[in-house]
């Protein structure tokens, strides 16, 4: 005959027919369903427990119960049964055998030979817990957030999906959205992976839910985490910025741990299996209308499990009055580098040059790139905001160069005739002649010629030079070169003057030395 086990209920049903005491023991095991000799047994324990027929029912309660159970049914005082105690005796043997590699069913063949005859189940969990280390840890049910607080996404694969913009199959990816209070989802589709396209299943999440979540619990994907770590991941610097603007905090998830986002770990292979299986869908955009409606109206209709609720009235109801306000505007999506600074004071970024000021030529510059702008930081500091241009193009700021370059790096005509006219009125006349050309960058080289002519000659007689120039209207920068060498040559000088920093040798000859023997004469 088969074990019967006898419920709580029935044995209080029991002890309430026998207090009544206006019915045997037969008819008291008939009403509660259990054998009679069954019966006596409980009513016997009452007894021993002080418990009297005369006395009525106010005896009943819950403590009585208890103590009755007890003591027909005594509990196990270690929690294991003879099984296991023959496990424990033989442990040694069963560790060596697991050691070696033996599978759990042939160390129960080997048991049996040695008379040991246990249940396989019970040999699993022994070698599970004692001999491997690998037994199921004990867990407790994380109790959800507040509604409106939290949202959790996970990142999978859904299948293959023709695209016609590229005229071949292509893997597609969902990511998913559950809010974690009512577990209403939004399912965005996408070919690729990029922080771009995370980004925007974001934003058209944040439309679908009328608001944005303050707590946002991703998975490990590599567009939102750079460097999963378990206490401090570091984050897409891309996907940060775009948490800063929306307003929500990001709780990375650990890695291989899916309890953390327990919320969202199983609609991957929910989605997959009721929304994309079987479906044909004409583009990725048809694909994510479809997706969008199923959200609302299928997942979002069904009986959830847990909740005992359907998400969308749930979402509705209780968390999209609580919800940050959503976007007004589209995402900017922004794109990060780490430029060097090239010797003419310019970095790349996207293809395109723009001015970086200070003493920074060789050294990296945080640079972030949206289709506006262009910022450039250095060690946190922001040095430089610049018009976003196109690839090929330059931005370059006057007053980032130094300022003995900038005209020449600017073609700045103005700024070379006012150096010019600093030395003197006909050295800025001279300067201006020469500059006097439809193309007047192409005669820059030669103005710079006539400034170093000042340099080397000084100011006074570059300024006599040029006004003989002008009163023959000669303009050539090598004739007043040759001008200004000749009338040295007339005062009985060298050609060109000895730099200041040239020492003169011991043993240095006369310049009369090296004149011609005709001219000694």
């Not at 070169?481 to 730099?499: F, V």
Request: net charge positive; hydrophobic share 40%; with cysteine.
């Amino acid at each position: 005959m088969a074990f019967k086990e006898v419920s709580v209920s029935q044995v209080k049903e029991v002890l309430r027919r026998w207090l009544h005491a206006d019915e045997g023991v037969r008819r008291v095991a008939m009403g509660a369903g259990v054998d009679r000799k069954t019966a006596q047994r409980y009513i016997d324990a009452a007894q021993a427990l002080g418990a009297i027929r005369e006395g009525g029912p106010g005896q009943l309660s819950d403590e009585l119960v208890a103590a009755v159970v007890q003591a027909v049914q005594p509990g196990r005082r270690v929690g294991r049964g003879e099984a296991w105690s023959a496990l424990q005796a033989h442990h040694g043997f069963v560790q060596e055998l697991i050691d070696k590699g033996v599978t759990v069913v042939k160390v129960g063949d080997l048991l049996a030979r040695r008379g040991i005859v246990v249940p396989e189940r019970t040999l699993h969990r022994y070698c599970a817990e004692c001999c491997t280390g690998r037994a199921t840890k004990a867990t407790v049910r994380l109790a959800d957030p507040e509604p409106g607080r939290e949202a959790q996404t996970d990142f999978g694969r859904m299948g293959i999906m023709f695209d016609p913009a590229s005229s071949r199959r292509r893997v597609v990816h969902a990511l998913v959205l559950v809010a974690v209070w009512s577990r209403h989802m939004f399912v965005w589709l996408t070919f690729t992976q990029t922080t771009a396209d995370v980004i925007e299943g974001f934003e058209h999440a944040w439309e679908f839910f009328g608001g944005v979540f303050p707590v946002v619990i991703p998975d490990n994907l590599t567009p939102v985490v750079t460097k999963a770590e378990p206490t401090n991941p570091r984050i897409n610097d891309t996907f940060l910025d775009y948490s800063q603007d929306r307003g929500f905090l990001i709780d990375a998830a650990r890695v291989r741990h899916p309890k953390d986002k327990a919320r969202c770990e199983r609609q991957v292979p929910y989605v997959r299996s009721r929304f994309f299986a079987g479906e044909d869908f004409v583009d990725l955009a048809d694909a994510n209308r479809r997706a969008a409606a199923w959200s609302q109206d299928g997942a979002g209709t069904r009986t959830q499990r847990t909740t005992q609720c359907r998400p969308a009235e749930a979402f509705r109801a209780a968390e999209a009055p609580l919800l940050l306000p959503a976007p007004q505007y589209r995402y900017d999506t922004p794109a990060y580098s780490e430029p060097k600074v090239h010797p003419d004071h310019h970095v790349e970024v996207a293809r395109a040059l723009y001015s970086v000021p200070g003493a920074l030529v060789g050294k990296r510059v945080s640079a972030r790139t949206d289709s506006k702008t262009v910022q450039l930081s250095f060690k946190g500091e922001l040095v430089k905001v610049h018009a976003r241009k196109g690839p090929g193009g330059r931005s370059t700021d006057p007053a980032d160069l130094p300022s003995e370059r900038t005209a020449y790096a600017m073609r700045d005509i103005s700024a070379l005739l006012a150096v010019g006219r600093g030395h003197g009125a006909a050295i800025g006349a001279y300067l201006a002649a020469v500059l006097d050309n439809p193309l007047p960058w192409t005669k820059m080289r030669q103005a710079y010629r006539l400034l170093g002519l000042v340099k080397k000659w000084g100011a006074e007689r570059v300024e006599a030079a040029c006004a003989r120039a002008l009163d023959a209207e000669a303009v050539d920068v090598n004739l007043i070169s040759r001008m200004l060498e000749r009338a040295k040559e007339a005062e009985g000088g060298t050609a060109e003057p000895m730099p200041k920093n040239v020492v003169a040798g011991r043993f240095s000859r006369e310049p009369a030395e090296f004149t011609a023997k005709g001219a000694r004469r």
